[in-house]
């Protein structure tokens, strides 16, 4: 009974005591939640509040009223955030209608004015990303684009190929005009100055131009600085000018279709049996097995080794079940353009593709379509720049160990170079061949008749492609200069020969052996004495 009734004292003790638990306990979550600004915070009520139940009710108001104000900021940063987003998304999509595929860049011809604004703005962007204004970061030493120097009458050339000098006058007429515009526009500039009214100045001439440099970023564009003298000694004025290059346009979109295109490879011999031998390996390979669309002319000068040469033909044709070929036997003096040209126009059938080819010629599958791609009717032929040779002996040491052909045919500085002044190999239609008038048939033996058909097609309305081809490849043979040769056809020969034999560092270490040879033989004394 007793503890009946003193749990019924307690009782009313210890609810009040969970009520004050409680409302501690919700006074110190709500100031836990509560966001504080840095100018106020929010205090406790204070003991002369008229009573705790209305301070609680005015803290719980103003807390309700930061949280909505909280709310509010929050919604219109979002909605801020969502407008940005917005506008940048107009912004990119303006950019897209503008240039919609870098190949199908469209100009709203309908709006000129915007038109060109829009090309404008093209063309400045493209100064923004070329290295005009700072550096960029580079990977390696080899990433670096160079300059290349020019003064009003030379060009000063890092890639020189073979054709080429480091110092020479512009022989092209695009670079020719080229360096002249920018020139006349620097001077031009220098003369008419912004933001001087009619102050007087000095009258510049391209006589005051020193010299300048230029490079291209073939995605950007050419950036050239010219120095022109000052007015007084040790004063110079530099003119910064550059040549955007355009968006990329299509300009024709369509299907190629090869499969009845026949190539008629011709090929003018005089003995050399063992060499054709080599080339009809070649042949069968890549153009009967692989590639199957091919016609073989052989137009053969006199009589000795001619069996030969006709039996390997024949024994091709049965083992391979080939039957496109034709042999031509003529009995005069060996004249390469007369035996292209009667192979040429020997042919009776439809229009056809020549490949005028050398019997020390190694050709690919690829090599074949590339002829077909870059010909045209009454429009294009083909140029191709081949990947000569050097002399195995010289590149690999000894003949012991020479490796096998097909692993001799690397692409690499120090086994061959492109023979960018040869002119020998070529595809073109037999109708463009046949209207631009053949070979000059006057020219005998070696060398110059190539160089003759190259510049009719030159002078020509033909589109001319010359590139160099990884799948054409001279391979090395020794050459013979005959006395025959008027002086000029001898000089061409001889140096074909040098540049056939090795690169420059190789021919170096033959020219320097003996040195070589007596280092080492000093070190190994030496090294006998320690």
């Known amino acids: 009974m007793m503890l009946r009734r003193g749990f019924i004292l307690f009782l009313p003790r210890l609810v009040g005591l969970l009520v004050v638990a409680c409302c501690l306990v919700s006074i110190v979550y709500m100031l836990a939640c509560t966001p504080k600004s840095d100018s106020q915070q929010l205090a406790l009520p204070r003991v002369q509040s008229p009573t705790a139940k209305e301070g609680y009710e005015a803290i719980l108001q103003e807390r309700e009223e930061q949280h909505r104000n909280y709310i509010i ?14 506008g940048r998304s107009e912004q990119l999509k303006n950019v897209q209608d503008q240039y919609p595929d870098p190949l199908d860049i469209q100009l709203d011809h309908s709006n000129p004015e915007k038109a060109q604004a829009n090309l404008l ?138 499969a009845d295109t026949l190539i008629n490879v011709i090929v003018p011999l005089a003995k050399r ?69 009667v192979g040429a126009r020997f042919w009776k059938g ?75 190999m070529t595809c073109q239609y037999r109708s463009d061949f046949i209207n631009i008038g053949g070979f000059d048939l006057d020219i005998k033996g070696w060398g110059g008749e190539d160089v003759h058909l190259y510049r009719k097609y030159l002078h020509s309305n033909l589109i001319v492609i010359r590139t160099p081809v990884r799948g054409l490849i001279h391979l090395w043979h020794e050459k013979q200069c005959l006395d025959e040769l008027t002086p000029e056809q001898y000089k061409m020969c001889m140096q074909s020969k040098a540049m056939n034999e090795a690169s420059h560092g190789q021919l170096g270490m033959l020219v320097f052996k003996q040195e070589i040879e007596t280092h080492l033989h000093r070190q190994k004394l030496s090294s006998k004495k320690t």
């Not at 219109?76 to 987003?85: N, R, S």
């Not at 079940?321 to 036997?329: A, L, V, Y």
């Open 350 to 424: 439809n229009n056809v593709v020549l490949f005028f080819c050398d019997v020390d010629i190694y050709f690919t599958a690829e090599f074949l379509n590339s002829c077909r791609l870059n010909t045209q009717p009454g429009k294009k032929v083909f140029y191709p720049v081949l990947f000569s040779q050097y002399n195995p002996t010289i590149i690999y040491g000894h003949h012991d160990s020479i490796p096998p052909l097909e692993q001799q045919l690397i692409i690499k500085k120090e086994t061959g170079f492109w023979r960018d002044f040869g002119f020998g």
């Open 121 to 258: 703005a093209f063309l400045r962007s493209q100064i923004d990303k070329a290295e005009v204004h700072s550096g960029v970061k580079l990977s390696t030493e080899y990433a670096a684009v160079p300059f290349e120097s020019f003064t009003l009458q030379k060009v000063y050339q890092l890639e020189t190929g073979l054709t080429r000098h480091p110092e020479e006058k512009p022989v092209r007429k695009d670079k020719r005009d080229e360096l002249i515009e920018v020139i006349e526009l620097a001077v031009g500039s220098l003369n008419n100055p912004e933001g001087e009214g009619n102050a007087k100045h000095r009258v510049y001439t391209a006589s005051d131009f020193v010299e300048g440099i230029y490079r291209t970023e073939k995605d950007k564009g050419t950036l050239y600085e010219l120095t022109f003298r000052g007015d007084a000694n040790h004063q110079f004025k530099k003119i910064v000018l550059f040549r955007p290059f355009g968006p990329v346009m299509k300009v024709k979109n369509e299907n190629v279709n090869m």
């Open 73 to 86: 900021s929050l919604k219109k940063q979002i909605a801020q955030l969502k407008a940005e987003l917005q």
């Open 273 to 341: 049996a063992s060499k054709f031998r080599q080339f009809m390996q070649n042949f069968r390979e890549m153009g009967i097995q692989q590639d199957g669309r091919i016609h073989l002319t052989v137009v053969y000068f006199g009589k000795e080794q001619m069996n030969e040469v006709k039996s390997i033909l024949e024994n091709t044709s049965k083992s391979a079940n080939f039957k496109n070929f034709t042999f031509i036997q003529l009995n005069e003096e060996f004249s390469r353009g007369k035996g292209l040209d």
